[in-house]
């Protein structure tokens, strides 16, 4: 006979690992743009050097991330079934776009991915003839972005701005807005569940290229020769941070 515990335990770690099976998305090459917006290239580095055997996640961090990619996963903002995932390869070196075909026929471990950036917007969609990149963002903090005042995080607006370069270099389109669309990753029956849409104009290509490239090239050159990059003090340090041990008990630069 079956015991309802036995059950209850085998379907507990079956969502489980069905949670982290869906969350085992194809990501190719090895610079990305979330890489490139981080304010600290040392901890884009020590993330990129430690074996994904001695990553760590709390289920509070799957959950959101488990959430996220399912609202990926099965919303399209276009008419256009192209303009949903929109992949970038562009090799910074050469100045010259790389197709999804041409990178998945290159191996993993081939050194051509150190020169290419990688990403993928969410949508694109079209407003009177104004070409927009919407990218989806669920938050545990629904509250703050409802706010009148409120603006896009930094590091979202910088996210997108690099996908307008991509977007430009990788395909000669041009957006002029960006668009962060905020959903709250609870449930409340208290609360209605309102999506928080904060636009804005997108900044200078040239100056967001610029520092693509300079990070990229960071990322590249500690990957050859097995160094860290100079630490950067910032927001991460201070709670945020999984690699303290090993930073904060280094000698100084």
């Known amino acids: 006979m079956v015991l309802n515990s ?7 770690f079956a969502y489980r690992k069905a949670q982290m099976v869906a969350m085992g998305t194809e990501r190719l090459g090895v610079i990305h743009v979330s890489d490139l917006i981080k304010p600290c290239m040392r901890n884009v580095m020590y993330n990129k050097f430690t074996p994904l055997k001695h990553k760590s996640m709390t289920t509070e961090d799957m959950k959101s991330m488990f959430f996220g990619q399912a609202v990926h996963k099965v ?3 276009s008419t256009n079934p192209d303009d949903n995932e929109i ?23 081939d050194p051509k991915h150190l020169d290419i950036i990688y990403g993928s917007a969410d949508d694109l969609i079209e407003v009177d003839g104004t070409l927009v990149i919407v990218d989806k963002k669920t938050t545990g ?9 409120s603006k896009a995080s930094e590091s979202h607006r910088e996210q997108i701005n690099m996908y307008a370069v991509l977007l430009q270099k990788c395909y000669g389109r041009e957006a002029k807005k960006g668009c962060n669309i ?11 569940d309102i999506p928080v849409p904060i636009t804005y104009n997108l900044g200078k290509q040239e100056e967001y ?10 990322i590249k050159k500690s990957i050859q020769s ?12 201070d709670g945020m941070c999984p690699f303290i041990n090993q930073c904060f008990g280094e000698e100084d630069d």
Request: charged share 30%; net charge positive.
């Open 6 to 12: 036995d059950v209850n335990k085998a379907a507990y």
């Open 75 to 77: 919303t399209n903002l």
């Open 87 to 109: 992949f970038f390869g562009y090799n910074y070196e050469t100045d010259t776009p790389v197709t999804r075909d041409e990178a998945l026929a290159m191996k993993p471990d």
């Open 141 to 149: 903090s629904i509250d703050y972005f409802s706010r009148a005042t």
């Open 182 to 192: 905020y959903i709250s990753n609870s449930i409340s029956k208290e609360k209605r």
């Open 209 to 218: 290229l610029n520092t693509m490239i300079t990070n990229a090239r960071l």
């Open 226 to 237: 097995k160094e860290l990059p100079e630490r950067t003090r910032c927001f991460l340090c």
